[in-house]
């Protein structure tokens, strides 16, 4: 009787995959500390340190460059703490919890305004500027290369919260021009509650959680073991899932397409810039997400809107407002996003249960 | 008749999609996990009415209170799909907001009765149907039962918990739609059956203020929303004596006896009226309280026959949740407003609380009572009163 599940969230998280769970099994046999000089703390130190090769190797740096955290919030938090900071106002919360007010616009499609950028730049020069390498609730990818660029003319470090990109796009970390660049495991098939910070060789930050002298002084704290190792097995895989872009970005121009052609009043936004081929933000103007979202998901269909409170309640995006949508269609957007294991079947489960809420609401 | 399953439908249980208001608390979890257990297709849904840090003043707090996630908790354990739905801003237009102006027209309002007429019935109504639900379901003490001219609203089983009052201004409409599982049961049997079903809030208190005032500080919200309402004024005796000075009309309800800082009379005086445009609160001994005819304004009728016409309807009736039914006749005025005559004259008559008519256990509708009840002449309704009693 239950429809099977279409799960389209994988811009929230992506489903664990075998590989990273074999990886993380296997540590449960371990009892060594991996600070520990003894042979069981040999063993654990020995998966951790093949996980920060396979994450170095995901984002073409050296394995020193990797500093382990217990997610992009933390890392961001690591990078960022010392401040002042700017940022794009469609950064992600944990990038906006350490950045200035006054945040720089974006245009119409979510693309930084670099011009804006350049003139707050020159007048209040920060330390830090943060720029995401692709928004999570649009896809829409930003110029991180130019505004480190513009950064380093001011002598600021440039910041990347990159979570959205390893699987999707090729993330070269030196090509990026970045100084720090923040990643997530569970993205892209790997455990949630891990992540990293990639630094740029010779720059220092001071550990935001301190005592021991885990990750070279820059995070303290027994290493999450298996949640590391698990990150290294889905970083392996992430590497060659760049084959299977193609086709999911197929599978959503294919929704989108269907979308055009029966629900004319819809809008999907940034449709027209570059964008991750996994992502899909749709606008039904007059049906709230709240109402989307539980019809979609009493059908078994899982997507996402906005930015969800620990409550449950969704509020009006700011990526959205930022991007000039009013506040009521911003209340109307919903993110569909696809990954691997993403199927034509799955696009017909969100139709069928989607197309009735938008034909009733233009009738 | 039979062929109807419990909630009335004629389809089984696992075809009846009910959507269940679920505050956090142990009666709407109770109602919930029954509807669960007898196989229905439920859905949890918790209405977000306001900011609980914003309103305790500890702004760092989270938007959702602890009842969301002690309702979340409880859809987790029954296994339905649970939904935070936001009213914050029309529970803030229609109850807050009304709530405060309540006050400052110097009434004493009943939120509760304002938020089941509005958020509840008017908004999470529409959630359910655009959720394809066949009925909402709540955890209110009050029965629907089946008449010959449709679902009837009766008082609870349960006379220390009925809910009826505050649920007054119910349209049939509405009730044609809502389902009140509870309303059969007493509450230690609510109780035991939330402990049965593995309700954990099964132990939890019962909630007992105004659901935004936490505090119980209601005064100050209303200060914070209208400060006119902290305006001072006059303590004044009905006889014009000035007995002393106040800190705003906010802080009076008629009938209070108690706070009134004053003294030395021989009887215990009382709030006989409260004059919000002079700021004055009217003083007086018991015998000035004592009211026998009140206007009506936003009355809702539920009986089976036609709404009182302005010859008269004979009906018991509560002018507050706690009082004891008393006998009167509701003249109509068409347009939603009434006039009531009183068999007896009653004591502290309240504006702004609701008046609410019964025939027996069900409940026949009711209205607001306006302000200005004993300045109203009475003696032409008093004449018809008489005659419609003859």
Redesign the interface.
């Known amino acids: 009787?239950t429809a099977p599940v279409a799960y389209l969230d994988y811009n929230a998280s992506a489903p664990l995959l075998p590989e990273a769970a074999a990886a993380m099994t296997a540590t449960f046999a371990l009892a060594g500390n991996p600070s520990s000089v003894h042979r069981a703390g040999r063993a654990a130190r020995a998966v951790i340190e093949d996980a920060r090769e396979a994450v170095a190797a995901l984002v073409k740096v050296t394995p020193a460059q990797v500093v382990f955290t217990s997610g992009a919030t933390e890392a961001n938090g690591l990078a960022l703490a010392a401040g002042p900071v700017t940022a794009a106002a469609v950064e992600h919360p944990s990038v906006l919890a350490w950045a200035e007010a006054a945040t720089i616009p974006v245009d119409a499609d979510g693309i930084v305004d670099l011009p804006a950028l350049e003139n707050r730049l020159r007048e209040f020069p920060p330390a830090v500027v943060a720029l995401m390498l692709a928004n999570n609730e649009t896809g829409v990818l930003q110029p991180v290369t130019d505004a480190a660029g513009l950064a380093h003319g001011v002598g600021a470090r440039l910041h990347c919260d990159a979570v959205q990109g390893p699987g999707r796009v090729l993330v070269n970390f030196q090509a990026l021009g970045a100084d720090t660049m923040s990643l997530s495991a569970h993205k892209f098939g790997g455990p949630k509650g891990v992540g990293a910070l990639i630094l740029r060789p010779g720059l220092e930050l001071s550990a935001l959680v301190k005592g021991g002298g885990q990750e070279r002084r820059r995070r303290a704290g027994t290493e999450n073991l298996a949640g590391i190792a698990g990150f290294g097995a889905a970083a392996k895989i992430a590497v060659t899932a760049l084959d299977n872009a193609h086709r999911i970005a197929a599978l959503r121009d294919v929704l989108e397409a269907r979308i055009a052609d029966q629900v004319p009043q819809a809008r999907v936004l940034g449709q027209g810039v570059a964008r991750l081929g996994n992502t899909s933000c749709i606008v039904l103007p007059g049906v709230p997400a709240?109402?989307q979202?539980?019809?979609l998901?009493?059908a078994n269909v899982q997507v996402s809107a906005g930015s969800a409170?620990?409550?449950?309640?969704?509020?009006a995006s700011h990526v959205l407002t930022a991007m000039g949508a009013s506040e009521a269609d911003a209340k109307c957007a919903i993110r569909v996003s696809f990954g691997p294991g993403s199927t034509v079947a799955d696009i017909d489960a969100f139709f069928s249960a989607w197309l009735p809420l938008a034909l009733t609401a233009a009738a | 008749m039979s062929d109807l399953n419990s909630m009335g439908f004629a389809k089984p249980p696992?075809a009846t999609r009910i959507v269940v208001a679920m505050s956090g608390g142990v009666d709407s979890s109770v109602a919930a996990a029954m509807l669960a257990r007898d196989g229905y297709d439920v859905?949890g849904l918790t209405m977000?009415l306001y900011d609980v840090g914003a309103a305790t003043a500890k702004s760092k707090t989270?938007?959702?209170g602890q009842d969301?996630?002690d309702a979340?908790r409880v859809a987790d354990r029954i296994g339905m799909?649970h939904?935070?739905?936001?009213y914050e801003t029309t529970f803030k237009a229609d109850v807050i907001d009304r709530f405060a102006d309540s006050y400052v027209r110097g009434e004493t309002p009943v939120p509760c009765i304002m938020c089941n007429q509005t958020v509840k019935f008017r908004d999470l109504f529409k959630?359910a149907k655009?959720?394809?639900a066949d009925a909402l379901a709540t955890g209110h003490y009050v029965q629907r039962l089946m008449g010959s001219q449709g679902p009837e609203l009766h008082r609870a089983v349960d006379p220390a918990r009925d809910q009826s009052y505050f649920l007054f201004a119910t349209t049939r409409a509405q009730l044609e739609f809502v389902r009140f599982p509870l309303g059969g049961l007493e509450k230690p049997a609510v109780r035991a059956l939330g402990e049965e079903l593995g309700v954990h809030v099964a132990a939890k208190p019962d909630s007992q203020d105004i659901c935004f005032v936490p505090d119980g500080r209601y005064a100050e919200t209303v200060k914070r929303l209208r400060p006119e309402a902290a305006r001072k004024g006059d303590l004044v005796h009905v006889d014009g004596r000035k007995m002393g000075a106040h800190d705003g009309v906010i802080h009076f309800t008629v009938g209070q006896r108690k706070g009134l800082g004053v003294g030395g009379e021989a009887e215990p005086l009382y709030v006989v009226r409260i004059e919000p445009e002079t700021a004055r609160v009217v003083v007086g001994p018991k015998a000035a309280l004592l009211e026998r005819g009140f206007a009506l304004h936003g009355v809702n009728w539920l009986g089976d026959d036609a709404a009182p016409s302005g010859d008269g309807r004979h009906v018991i009736m509560k002018l507050r949740n706690t009082h004891t039914p008393i006998a009167g006749t509701v003249f109509g005025e068409g347009a939603g407003a009434a006039r009531v005559v009183l068999d007896q004259p009653e004591a502290a008559v309240t504006p702004g609380q609701a008046c609410v008519f019964y025939e027996g256990a069900r409940v026949l509708g009711g209205g607001w009572i306006a302000r200005g009840g004993a300045s109203q002449p009475v003696s032409l309704n008093l004449k018809r009163s008489a005659a419609a009693n003859a």
């Open positions: 009787m709240e109402t979202l539980m019809r998901d009493l409170c620990s409550s449950g309640k969704i509020a | 696992s859905v977000q989270c938007c959702a969301i996630y979340r799909p939904y935070v739905v936001d959630a655009d959720l394809g």
